[in-house]
C-alpha cells in the first residue's frame, strides 16, 4: 500500500478533483473535502478507477469549510485514517486546516527525532 497521503480541499469538482487526478496518478492516497457529498462519492469514483494502484485509498469528508468546527473535523477525520499527509492542498478557507496539519506534521516529527539521553 501507498504510504504517502494527500489531503485535497475543494476535491468534488474543479482544479481540487484535477490535482486529485494527478495526486492518485503518483500514487498519493487521498482525503478528500469538500461540502457536497454526491460529487465527493462521484470523485472517489472516478479517481479509483484510474489511479496508479489498485491498493491506493480515496476517503472522502463531506464537510463545510467556511465552518472552523466542519474544517477541524474534516482533518482529524482524515488524519485518524490515513495518517499525517505528505502534501495538504488547502485553499479556500482553508486556514483551520492548515494550522491543525501543521500541528501534526510537527508532533510527527519531533516525535520521529532521537532524543538525547
Known amino acids: 500500500m501507498s504510504s504517502m497521503h494527500a489531503i485535497v480541499t475543494g476535491g468534488s469538482s ?3 478533483r484535477a490535482l486529485a487526478h494527478k495526486l492518485a496518478a503518483a500514487g498519493y492516497n487521498l482525503s478528500l ?3 457536497r457529498e454526491a460529487l465527493l462519492n462521484e470523485a ?3 479517481i479509483i478507477e484510474h489511479s496508479a494502484g489498485a491498493d491506493q485509498r480515496v476517503m472522502v469528508f463531506s464537510r ?3 465552518d472552523a468546527q ?3 473535523a474534516a482533518v482529524r477525520s482524515a ?3 490515513q495518517g499525517v499527509p505528505d502534501l495538504p492542498i488547502l485553499h479556500g478557507y482553508c486556514g483551520i486546516l ?3 496539519v501543521q500541528r501534526q506534521r510537527g508532533r510527527s516529527l ?3 527525532q532521537p532524543h538525547a539521553g
Open 64 to 66: 463545510h469549510l467556511a
Open 44 to 46: 472517489a469514483a472516478e
Open 33 to 35: 473535502i469538500a461540502r
Open 79 to 81: 488524519i485518524a485514517t
Open 98 to 100: 492548515a494550522r491543525r
Open 110 to 112: 519531533a516525535a520521529a
Open 70 to 72: 466542519q474544517a477541524e
Open 14 to 16: 474543479g482544479i481540487g
